[in-house]
């Protein structure tokens, strides 16, 4: 067992550190290019896509580089390294693996400059949990696709220029899994209607999303027909590594330090009380526990061994975390915690108070906690399904 | 021994459930935005809810604050916008502190609703710390109060106020002061800061810190109360749910982790309940039993709901999200109910205390 890096790792941790002194400048000195100008910089240094083959514009980075630029980007806490987000968390990947040629000619290059936005056609309105299911429905009909049917939940799909869909190609099967196909389609085809849903926190960024006789054509398609499910998988599969989520929440953790160190109860500073120091502990625990699993798993990958679904041990610690330490912070500052963003007496502008409604992007929107659970008690325990 | 309620108390609570059913429905409560429609309080008031706590000889109908609990639970249970906490609180504090004329000025007119009351008692977000009363009291009012519940549509606020060691409370003319209506996350529990310049009360008595201690009690009982009806308004949501959604070909109620998540819910929502109906008889007929009483009920219940608003959205998955399903509502009643009249932290460590450590 080793924590150290070799050398070349620590080399490259020193020149992200180095590019990082001198082109992320502190966010109020940040003009209006700078944006624009950070995209383009990293995109330079081919550290968007980093993980991704060189020949399609991708960085080759090894997978400590890319946990070492993960980590490193979220401890200056630098903004995202692209705007199109599904395309890179997992669009890009599902392409680079089932793609044909042509569509990552197509479809990559757009994907690493920020100019296309992705948003995922996965749920349905009777099909959440049991993604299997899915029941919207893809006809062949000459060189085209027919697709007929209703998603929802799908993020980004009011701006979306793109999404990638899963349908049902086949109705006779034998296990659900089979059928499915997944397609690529444009936004604006004939036959879309999106209609945004707000959520409890007053944002509309989720929608619903209507196929009426939309036409896809065949070179659309991802993967061979019937087998969209494996493609489906690997996309879940490619969602991020949690070492960025992790160096993020130890930035969470100490904000909420500060807000203890600077909150009074009963006449007291709250940091002397024995059971807000408790939870503070048992935050910190949490988060290093998420942090050293993802390197042991990271580990395992390195040594080309097998991981099984080790990782909802970690989306499990950050569902429970999510929720936690925003109430947490609420719950600490009383009436003053509860008040929103313009309130006067709202605590860090409100921040705690807002972020404590936007959970269940994280809890519900990546497979809920009880199905993580039924994922750890039959893949790894081997325990039968109910 | 009878731990039960009358048949006058249960025909009372029936009359509340269909008023809050049929004349203040979920879609009313929606539409509110830190108010109520003056015709619910008009029919609040002619039913005598707001007078039951009040004595008869002012006006009132003399009943307790076991009997007033039928009504808060059952307008918790819809998340009823009317402001019955604070004019119960009002007129508890007037009954409790102030002289004979200061009740008969102001008892009948909380007890018809003519006047309607906001309160303002601690200066401190926690409300837990006397000395976190802030505003000086005297002749004329002059500072702030960042903490007033119920106050955007109350004619009359009851604000605390402080002289050195020597606490008070003064009544104020809701048009005397300045208001800020305060964004919080339950909008059906609004707040305001009120800032006063040189406002002259129109009554102003002492209250002793033991006053103070009872009345944030009271409170605490209160708002016990209404969440064992929103505890179960979000039990029976997510329940009815659990046997229609459909998942891997059957009801999600059938697998334990939606099951068991429903059966723990039961279990805390009977046992806060029987602790808050245990507190609220002691109010009136075992005060010395009160502290006690309300600090377990009031910490049991606070961090019980705030598990059961999480999981009332959680168990219904995306849709429990959005703004449109009634299930995030009371998990942002949970959410002040943890802060209102000082949280489980506080009040488990005072039970502690009180039980002699
Ligand atoms: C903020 C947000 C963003 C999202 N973005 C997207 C997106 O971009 N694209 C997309 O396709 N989808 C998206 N989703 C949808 C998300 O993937 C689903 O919400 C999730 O898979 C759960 O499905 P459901 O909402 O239908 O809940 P259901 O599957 O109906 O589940 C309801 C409850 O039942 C429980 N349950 C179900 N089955 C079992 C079982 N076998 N055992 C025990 N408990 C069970 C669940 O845990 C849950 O608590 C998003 C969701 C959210 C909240």
């Known amino acids: 067992m080793d924590f150290d890096f070799t050398q070349e790792e620590q080399a490259f941790r020193a020149e992200v550190r180095d590019f990082l002194a001198e082109n992320l400048p502190p966010p109020a000195e940040r003009g209006r290019g700078f944006m624009s100008e950070w995209l383009q910089k990293v995109r330079d240094k081919r550290w968007v896509g980093f993980s991704w083959p060189e020949e399609y514009g991708g960085g080759a980075g090894s997978l400590t580089e890319q946990a070492i630029l993960k980590e490193e980007m979220a401890l200056a806490r630098a903004p995202a390294l692209g705007t199109s987000f599904m395309g890179l968390a997992w669009v890009g990947p599902g392409i680079i693996q089932y793609g044909t040629d042509e569509q990552k000619q197509r ?36 060189d085209h696709y027919v697709v007929n049917g209703q998603k929802i939940w799908t993020t980004g799909a009011p701006w979306a220029d793109w999404i990638i869909l899963l349908t049902r190609t086949e109705f006779e099967v034998e296990r659900k899994h089979d059928g499915i196909t997944c397609l690529l389609v444009p936004m604006d085809t004939p036959g879309i209607e999106v209609r945004p849903i707000e959520n409890m926190a007053g944002d509309s960024n989720f ?68 059971s807000v120091r408790r939870r503070i502990g048992e935050f910190e625990a949490k988060i290093a526990a998420m942090k ?16 099984s679904s080790e990782t909802s041990v970690n989306k499990l ?62 893949r790894i325990l081997g325990l039968p399904k109910d | 021994m009878d731990f039960g309620f009358s048949e006058e108390q249960n025909l009372l609570r029936e009359q509340v459930s269909r008023f809050m059913t049929d004349a203040c429905p979920l879609s009313v409560v929606r539409a509110q935005n830190g108010g109520f429609p003056d015709e619910l309080w008009r029919q609040a008031a002619d ?22 609990a039928v009504v808060l639970e059952e307008s918790g249970r819809g998340l009823s916008p009317l402001p019955i906490l604070s004019q119960a609180l009002a007129a508890t504090a007037i009954g409790r502190c102030s002289g004979d004329d200061v009740k008969s000025e102001w008892l009948p007119q909380i007890a018809t609703g003519d006047v309607v009351f906001g309160v303002g008692l601690y200066d401190d977000p926690t409300w837990i710390d006397p000395k976190g009363v802030g505003l000086e009291g005297g002749e004329t009012l002059t500072g702030a109060k960042p903490f007033v519940s119920d106050a955007t549509r109350a004619t009359h606020l009851l604000l605390a106020t402080r002289n050195r060691e020597r606490l008070g409370l003064a009544i104020v003319d809701a048009g005397d002061v300045t208001l800020k209506a305060q964004p919080g996350i339950d909008r059906t529990k609004p707040f305001a800061s009120v800032s006063l310049d040189r406002v002259k009360p129109l009554a102003a008595f002492a209250m002793s810190t033991a006053d103070l201690a009872y009345l944030t009690d009271c409170g605490a009982v209160a708002v016990t109360l209404e969440a064992i009806g929103a505890a179960e308004a979000t039990m029976a949501l997510t329940t009815e749910y659990a046997k229609t959604r459909i998942q891997f070909d059957n009801p999600i109620g059938k697998y334990q982790g939606v099951k068991h998540r429903l059966a723990d819910m039961f279990i805390d929502i009977e046992s806060f309940k029987s602790l808050a ?81």
């Open chain 1, 292 to 307: 050293y699993n993802g390197l042991r798993y990271l580990t395992k990958q390195l040594r080309g061994e097998p991981l």
């Open chain 1, 107 to 142: 479809f990559i290059p757009d994907i690493l400059d920020s100019k296309v936005n992705w948003c995922t056609g996965y749920s349905e309105p009777n099909h959440g949990s049991d993604l299997a299911a899915i029941q919207t429905k893809a006809e062949r009909v000459g």
């Open chain 1, 317 to 378: 610690h950050r569902a429970s975390l999510e929720i936690e330490m925003d109430d947490f912070a609420v719950e600490l500052t009383g009436l003053a915690g509860v008040q929103l963003p313009g309130g006067d007496e709202a605590v860090d502008g409100g921040r705690w108070a807002r972020s404590s409604l936007g959970w269940p992007g994280v809890v519900i929107g990546g497979g809920t906690p009880n199905i993580q659970r039924n994922i750890i008690a039959e």
């Open chain 1, 207 to 274: 929608a619903e999303v209507f196929f009426t006789d939309v036409q896809v054509p065949v070179e659309n398609r991802l993967g061979e027909e019937g087998k969209g499910w494996a493609v489906t998988i690997s996309a879940l599969a490619n969602e991020r590594s949690s070492i960025g989520e992790v160096t993020q929440m130890f930035a969470k953790l100490e904000s909420l330090k500060n807000l203890v160190r600077t909150t009074t109860r009963q006449g007291r500073p709250a940091s002397d009380d024995p």
């Open chain 2, 277 to 357: 109906y245990y507190a609220a008889w002691a109010v009136d007929d075992a005060p010395e039993e009160l502290p006690r009483a309300a600090s377990l009920a009031k910490a049991y219940a606070a961090d019980a709901f705030a598990r059961i608003g999480i999981d009332g959205v959680g168990l219904h998955g995306a849709i429990g999200f959005t703004a449109e399903y009634d299930a995030q509502l009371y998990l942002k009643r949970s959410k002040w109910v943890r802060s209102a009249f000082g949280d489980a932290d506080y009040h488990y460590q005072r039970a502690a205390a009180l039980g002699g450590l």
């Open chain 2, 47 to 68: 039913l005598g809810w707001l007078a039951l706590i009040v004595p008869e000889a002012h006006g009132g109908l003399g009943l307790k604050w076991i009997d007033l």
